[in-house]
């Protein structure tokens, strides 16, 4: 990593004075980029900004057998612009029919690196998920045999529980009686939320591991009602009290190895999120790059940026780091505020504003 910090002054030296940062390419360890004509749309996006991303497979239908993952990936590759050389690294959905051989099957053939673990109904296109997660036991035991990582949705889904509590509950009442049950098992909990979470996930590294998302960074609960109802602020799990954020923060900054980047970039139409039942998610696709390295800075922490955005994900999932580099330079920038589809557009998180980093170059 070098970090530049030339403060010249002098308009003709305006671009080169601002200070920048130049890491290898970082990999998105939690992203959605749907299929069709979705999937055209935001694939750019991510692939501009990542070498690498783990997709995730709830679709409708969702990933189950390794033939849906290679036929995915397919689309994927066929959906990136011309001379992008992203690589998507696939997920299946577990379901309470998951066969143990098939996950062994598809781990060995390298058609996906893990598999997502939805408890049913938690979140976005999750019906399909596990509804009986002691069912699930042989499954996680042959993963751990095998190795292979479990990405896991933590939120309880029972009805009377608050939904600012279903990731604390989840931790209490599932991830703790499971990480005791399989102790050989890696897990990373995807999109913590919670001080409890980060804390959990770091008594239990290496073998368990947290994805941080840049919204969860910089909104909290609070901003989902500023002025008024904000639906693109509205994702599951639902950003918690700012005590928690800034503990998010604090995580990130850490330079331990157990968080890595995890955009839970997650497009949803205009339409479904401005109507009368909002869906859950965040599209942060566009700006998340910019969102962390700007956490980074205002933490003070820009020397720890390479390790959680490049180095901590490869190193978890037994993987190199990236050959190429991005820099981000200190330069105010403003992302597109939404990205067309048709008649309709999808709104950019943290689009149309004023951001102090900007992407710079790409080496490959
Ligand atoms: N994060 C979200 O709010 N939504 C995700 C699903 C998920 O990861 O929970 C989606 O697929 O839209």
Redesign the pocket.
């Known amino acids: 990593m070098t970090i530049d910090a030339l403060f010249e002054t002098g308009a003709d030296h305006q671009a080169d004075a601002a200070p920048s940062i130049t890491i290898p390419r970082p990999d998105d360890w ?1 992203v ?1 980029l ?1 299929d069709g004509v979705m999937l055209r749309a935001v694939l750019p996006y991510t692939a501009a900004q990542f070498a690498r991303g783990v997709i ?1 497979p ?1 679709l409708v239908p969702p990933v189950v057998t390794v033939a849906d993952a290679h036929a995915y990936r397919d689309r994927i590759l066929a959906g990136r612009p011309e001379g992008s050389d992203f690589e998507p690294l696939m997920t299946c959905y577990l379901t309470d029919n998951t066969d143990p051989d098939e996950i062994e099957r598809g781990f060995a053939e390298r058609g996906w690196i893990a598999a997502k673990l ?1 408890p049913a109904g ?5 019906s399909h998920g596990v509804s009986d997660l002691a069912g699930l036991a042989p499954v996680l035991e042959r993963m751990e045999k095998i190795g292979m990582p479990v990405l896991i ?1 933590g939120e309880s889904t029972d009805p009377e529980v608050d939904i600012f509590d279903r990731e604390e509950v989840f931790m209490e009442h599932t991830l703790l009686p499971m990480l005791k049950r399989h102790l050989g098992l890696k897990v990373v909990v ?2 913590a939320t919670t001080s409890g979470t980060v804390d959990i996930v770091r008594a239990h590294a290496p073998r368990m591991a947290a994805t941080i ?1 840049p919204h969860h960074l910089v909104i909290n609960r609070t901003s989902i009602f500023q002025g008024g109802l904000r639906p693109h602020l ?4 639902v950003a918690k009290r700012e005590s928690h954020r800034l503990a998010l923060r604090r995580a990130v900054t850490s330079g331990e190895s157990c968080f890595m980047i995890g955009t ?1 970039s ?3 139409m205009r339409s479904a999120k401005q109507a009368e039942c909002c ?4 599209f942060g696709g566009v700006t998340a790059l910019q969102t962390y390295v700007q956490v980074f800075d205002e933490e003070g922490a820009l020397d720890r940026f390479e390790a959680f955005a490049s180095l901590n994900g490869p190193r978890f999932h037994g993987l190199e780091p990236n050959r190429g580099t991005v820099t981000l330079v200190k330069k105010p920038g403003v992302a597109v505020a939404a990205v067309p589809i048709g008649d309709e557009d999808i709104v950019v998180f943290r689009g149309g504003e004023t951001l102090p980093w900007s992407v710079g170059g790409t080496k490959p």
Do not use: F, I, K, Q
């Not at 509205?234 to 799990?237: A, D, G, T, V």
């Not at 869906?279 to 965040?282: D, I, L």
């Open positions: 939690h959605h749907r995730m709830n939805y938690a979140t976005t296109n999750s949705h995807e999109h998302t509205y994702c599951l799990p839970d997650a497009p949803h869906s859950a998610g965040v």
